[in-house]
């Protein structure tokens, strides 16, 4: 098509060549172009966080971030998360906790969080909450989310802890207060 770029980029570990046109959303691409719905059309304004996907490991807006500017780099979205049929510790670990509710924040939550533990495997309560504070859920008050987080940084790191988080951990947790 006239006006369009070809671009290349890894999309949950497959590289691709697109065509794209220059004004084109990152999010817009994922979801029109790739089919990867999983990554919500929620505010288009950046304010929501449910459009989060990793880009080059970290978290990023793809409602705010051009396509073009995805060129080289390797995207990860909430269906890249899972491998080989089995769900990645945190994606687990939401589902146990029950921090999924409606689930249209739940893909931005997870890829928020995954960025966190990839950064930092022994997050606190309130490296936790920093880490999600972009991303909005309008089911849940943060509790059983932050336990989910937690509980999946525990199995990352191989912890052989009982299932429960700790009980200061889980009192941090419950007192978090959001907008």
Known sequence: MAGEVKIKLRFNG???????????????????ELGLTGTKKG??????????????????????????????????????????????PLQQAFLEKGAVQCGYCTPGMVLAA?????????????????????NLCRCTGYTKIIQAVRLAAEALRGDQRRKDEPAEAVKQAKTAVYP
Do not use: F, Q
């Open 14 to 32: 497959v590289w691709r060549e697109v065509e794209t046109r220059p004004d084109r959303i990152l999010l817009d691409l994922l979801r029109e």
């Open 43 to 88: 505010c288009e304004a950046g304010e929501c966080g449910a459009c989060t996907v990793l880009m080059n490991g970290r978290a990023i807006l793809s409602c705010l971030t051009p396509a073009l500017k995805a060129d080289g780099a390797e995207i990860l979205t909430i269906e890249g998360l899972a491998e080989e049929g089995n769900l990645h």
């Open 114 to 134: 995954k960025a966190l533990l990839d950064a930092n495997p022994t997050p606190s309560v309130e490296e936790v909450k920093r880490a999600i504070s972009g």
